[in-house]
């Protein structure tokens, strides 16, 4: 069974950082090139970032979060990374990570696998 779960999520200030987790099982990760995708209230899913299964771990960006957010891997321990600076309220959603390399979902039922989520608030 496939399962992927997110952790990290809180409510910050702007200019704040949080860094997420996604510790997963149940397919072999370290050939699984992994994503972050978020959904912010009302809107449909957005993809953010992406980093590929290779020992060069090439990384991709959405251009929203280009600058400000890091992506990473650790394939011994199952688990992925997004380590947010700069965070601005428009970052405010719900994350999620997922092996799913489509990069655009018309809703959330789409984004499969994935996990529970993790919220990230950003307000004063």
């Known amino acids: 069974e496939v399962q992927l779960v997110e952790s990290g999520g809180g409510l910050v200030q702007p200019g704040g950082s949080l860094k997420l987790s996604c510790t997963v099982s149940?397919?072999?990760?370290?050939?699984?090139?992994m994503n972050w995708v978020r959904q912010a209230p009302g809107k449909g899913p957005e993809w953010v970032s992406g980093?590929?299964?290779?020992?060069?771990?090439?990384?991709s960006y959405a251009d929203s979060v280009k600058g400000r957010f890091t992506i990473s891997r650790d394939n011994a321990k199952n688990t992925l990374y997004l380590q947010m600076n700069s965070l601005r309220p428009e970052d405010t959603a719900v994350y999620y990570c997922?092996?799913?390399?489509?990069?655009?979902?018309?809703?959330?039922?789409?984004?499969?696998?994935r996990g529970q989520g993790t919220q990230v608030t950003v307000s004063e």
């Open positions: 980093i590929d299964s290779s020992g060069d771990s090439i990384r």
């Open positions: 149940g397919f072999t990760f370290s050939r699984a090139v």
């Open positions: 997922t092996p799913n390399t489509a990069r655009s979902y018309s809703t959330l039922a789409g984004l499969v696998p």
